[in-house]
Every structure is written in C-alpha cells, then in structure tokens.
C-alpha cells in the first residue's frame, strides 16, 4: 500500500511513499525553502476557434486571480535573493501554446498556495 502525498505540479510530480518507510525514510518538502507551487492548467480549443483571443482571455482570467499570489512570490524571491539559489525573471502568470494532432494546446502557468 503506498500514501500519496501531494499532488500532481507542474514538474509532473507525483509524490508516493511506501508505508513502510513514512517512519524511517526522509521525505521530500518542496516547500520548505520556497512556499510556492507552480500550477498548470491546461486548455484544449478546437483549430476552428480564435486561439488568439482564447489565449488573452485565459491570461486575463489567471493574471486576475493570481495577482496576489504573484506579488507574494516576487516579495519573497526579492526578500531571500541573497540565499536563494532561484532565480526567476518573471512571476506573473503566463499561457504557453502549443499545436497537438487534435487542437491547439494553450497551458495557463501560474503560482499557486501548495496548501
């Protein structure tokens, strides 16, 4: 029986431990220098749609709820700069696009509370 901890990042990653070793293994805390997640969320439109204006809308959408999530991240990367070895030129929300076989592929990119 395995416990998963977590969930799924923008990494891919998947956290599980064997029971067996919840006691007697360490276990990774992505959070415990960097108390932020990045978050993906991904949308599939069809090729007949305005990528265009699906993606400015999406960007609108997620700038707007994760401003505040934003502005935490830059304050705390500004703050630890010295002692970090993260080095971010951006961390306000963002939407990739990409072409798959059955639409076109836009990602909102966004940071988020691992809690």
Wanted: charged letters at 15%; glycine letters at 4%.
């Amino acid at each position: 029986m395995l416990a998963e901890v977590g969930s799924a990042s923008v990494a891919g990653w998947l956290i599980q431990i064997p029971n067996s070793q919840i006691l007697t293994e360490p276990i990774a805390n992505y959070t415990s220098e960097f108390p932020f997640l990045w978050q993906e969320v991904p949308v599939v439109i069809t090729f007949e749609s305005d990528w265009c204006k699906a993606k400015a809308c999406l960007l609108e959408m997620v700038n707007e709820a994760s401003l505040e999530m934003s502005q935490r991240a830059t304050e705390f990367l500004r703050s630890r700069s010295s002692c970090m070895l993260i080095l971010y030129g951006t961390v306000t929300a963002a939407v990739s696009t990409s072409v798959l076989d059955h639409g076109i592929y836009l990602t909102m990119r966004f940071f988020t509370d691992p809690r």
